[in-house]
């Protein structure tokens, strides 16, 4: 029931907002059917453009993460439940999960993240299961799904690594001796094979563009980060995880999950090695609440530490309910506003792009599109149609191209150096004119015989850096957009 209830919820909120910046570029991706693009595997791609044709808006594009968000509940409490928690350790362990901020706002739109804690989970689960009852089908079963994550995103290999530094460290590595470990792994390394080819056959670009987000990301230091990550699983749940870290190595029936603390600990290292994002690590907490919520079992059953758990739920509903609105899509756009600058709640900014944005990214990112594209469609009236045929349309980034691309009106298909977009290239045009949308006209002028200003982006709550952006035709491009094109590549 409280699955159902979360996924409801989910979906239920699902449409208040437009598309995500991702969700734009998801959709055009999957328009052009691949075994994988610059930055992720095919499945989320594919499965956006396949539920954007149903003609459903946002709410049918979120119905798997809402799914992905009730089942990952379920999972941690039958996870809670396979290492000897009652039902009270079950129902605080799904708790967590269905009201962390963190998990929360991570499966409000269609993205690449959303399934790595259901995903991440599950492979635990079915690790510890296989240790314990000796289940070889449940080996088998892991790699499955970690084939499966692997083509919705790579970061499941950073918990393969930890989950094997783990396994070998500690004495659960006996499972690595099995046949069916070794089977589970080939089922996996088959399934994400595809995409993994797809990468070495294009130069691995994920791999650039990994290198570039160092670059991108903000250089967050370790104890703001770590402070942080408290913050946005809900402060009142840090000692649910925190026990989930140390119960392994001081409770003798936990004994057998070190190596799931161990794994988290390498995820924890590659993450900030890599400069990445606080979502990243989001995928480790459903774990550490299913061992946590076992191991305080014991300190429910007494009064006093009935009441100590009782209050720290009271307070985590609190305070999960007053950061909801900037998780979900709860509160209209000017609401939410308000709401942040009387409750001084705002998220730690995770790229140095997003300074001077009014609402939180999940949000932002799903505001403004349609007025972005009426403006450029605006512009692109002002041009002669006899010019049109030979103008095209240049953008800096993959969601201003697939917002004009999804919903421009009489636009010849966009053009950017970003990420996938990179790839396509010109897209059949040779074009002697180019409305270009960039940041300024000073950088536009040198390459042009004559350069024009049509007019300027604009949108109250969309991302700070779409906004005062010049739209402006460059006439007699010089040299010629195709020879321009390897210096406009923008992998990040």
Known sequence: MAALIVAALHLALGGRYDLFRDELYFIV??????????????????????????????????????????????????????LGGDGRSQALAGLACAIAPMLMGLTATLNTSAFDPLAWTAVAWLVVTANREGDDRALILAGLVAGLALQVKYSMLFWMVG????????????????????????????????????????????????????GKNADIAALPFLANQVLVMNPAFAPLWITGLVAPFTVRRLRDLRFLVIAAVVVVAIVRMGHGKDYYLSPLYPTLFAIGAVALAPLVRTRIGGIVVASGITAAIALSALAAPL???ILSPPVLEDYIQRTGFAPQQQERSFKGTVLPQVMADQLGWHDYVHQVEAA??????????????KVENYGEAAALDLYGKGLPPVVSGHNQYFLWGLRGQHPANVLSIQDDMVGLRPYCRKATLLGTTSSRYAMAFENGKVIALCEGVKPSLGNLWPQLKLYS
């Open 163 to 214: 989950l094997t530094l783990g396994l070998l460290l500690t004495a659960e590595r006996r499972v690595l001796l099995r046949p069916s470990f070794w089977i589970g792994a080939a089922l996996a390394a088959v399934i994400a094979a595809p995409s993994f080819l797809w990468q070495w056959a294009h130069g691995f670009p994920f791999l650039e563009l990994g290198a570039a987000a160092k």
């Open 327 to 329: 998780a979900l899509p």
């Open 29 to 82: 991706c999957g328009h052009h059917p691949a075994f994988g693009y610059v930055d992720q595997p095919p499945a989320v791609p594919l499965l956006a453009a396949s539920l954007y044709r149903l003609g459903l808006g946002a709410q049918g594009l979120r119905i798997p993460t809402a799914i992905a968000a009730g089942a990952l509940v379920w999972l941690v409490m039958r996870f809670a439940r396979s």
């Open 380 to 393: 692109w009236q002002r041009i002669p149609p006899t010019e049109r045929a030979a103008t095209a349309i």
